[in-house]
């Protein structure tokens, strides 16, 4: 269903189905024979009983060609190795500004709209890091319980914020435990198109009040091509109308991930933004990261017309 204002979601619906699509690309990025990343904790997120029905239909898109006998237009089959190297260039992205950010010193670390993201858990966090992640609490809770059930724990103090991004998550994050006096390492991942515009002004506000000197930021940029965004809603409509998979399990079979984006116009660049707010910004053309990393795209370059951005507060 299209979003509304105050909605809400677990992880096999909505936005929260979103991250496990996500998750299976890292899942298969890390058992592939020669893995940019390594996200040993992708594959056992998304393999409960509870996913069945999400799996299904992703399967379903991903599937390389339709059926035999199948009447489906061939042009109809969604690159799945595209998805899968995207997803490794844009994790490795971040997984490098982390690893970054630690070295420089900054031992508080918040991921924004965190969903199946165990960097928690598998990062090499110095000591004394702290790890915030922000989600609603069904998200949350459903990760910890999966991991804990198969033995495996944060190796960073991982602190988990319950609260909508939409509501008041300042202090909430405040309220775990965050120091704003002290530098933090923030990232948006994955997020912006699912917040309203004013809300990802808001966001950017608070993350600007609340960082200390000397704190960094990154942002995945989604770079939308209106014609190119029209023609893949088309495409993934019809893939849907010939190979739906409904699940057993009561998932949600309306999930499309073109109708849990808010189209607002007139959002400011977060380049843009965090310029005009003193910050120091850099930004990485998606698709020169991925030629870089030995992972070009495709004739259709899809979500490597993305942006990556890293900044910094003196």
Not at 142 to 157: C, F, Q, S
Not at 293 to 305: E, H, I, T, W
Request: aromatic fraction near 10%.
């Amino acid at each position: 269903m299209p979003r509304t204002a105050d909605d809400s979601w677990d992880i096999a619906t909505s936005v929260g189905a979103t991250a496990v699509m996500v998750a299976l690309a890292r899942a298969a990025e890390t058992a592939s024979d020669n893995p940019l990343i390594r996200d040993q904790f992708a594959e056992p997120l998304v393999s409960t009983p509870e996913l069945v029905g999400v799996r299904e239909q992703v399967a379903a898109w991903w599937a390389p060609t339709p059926d035999p006998g199948s009447e489906a237009d061939p042009d109809l089959t969604v690159d799945s190795q595209q998805m899968i190297d995207y997803q490794a260039a844009r994790t490795h992205f971040f997984d490098t500004y982390f690893a970054d950010a630690a070295g420089a010193g900054i031992r508080q670390a918040v991921l924004l709209a965190a969903g199946l993201d165990s960097r928690a858990y598998r990062l090499d966090w110095p000591d004394g890091t702290t790890v915030y992640e922000i989600d609603l609490p069904k998200v949350l809770e459903y990760k910890e319980r999966t991991l804990a059930a198969h033995g495996v724990g944060p190796v960073a103090d991982r602190r988990p914020v319950p609260v909508d991004l939409r509501h008041d998550w300042p202090q909430a994050l405040r309220d775990s435990g965050f120091d704003p006096s002290r530098p933090a390492a923030w990232l948006a991942e994955g997020l912006l198109p699912f917040l309203p515009a004013s809300t990802q002004e808001a966001m950017f506000a608070s993350v600007d009040a609340l960082s200390g000197p000397g704190s960094r930021v990154a942002v995945e940029i989604f770079v939308f091509n209106q014609h190119k965004r029209q023609q893949a809603q088309q495409k993934w409509a019809q893939l849907r109308a010939e190979r739906e998979a409904p699940g057993p399990n009561g998932s949600d079979d309306s999930f499309n991930p073109f109708d849990l984006w808010f189209d607002d116009e007139g959002r400011p660049d977060p380049a843009d933004w965090f310029t005009a707010h003193g910050w120091a910004t850099l930004s990485v053309e998606a698709r020169d990261e991925a030629v870089r990393l030995g992972r070009p795209p495709g004739p259709d370059d899809g979500p490597f017309a993305n942006r990556f951005m890293t900044a910094a507060k003196p």
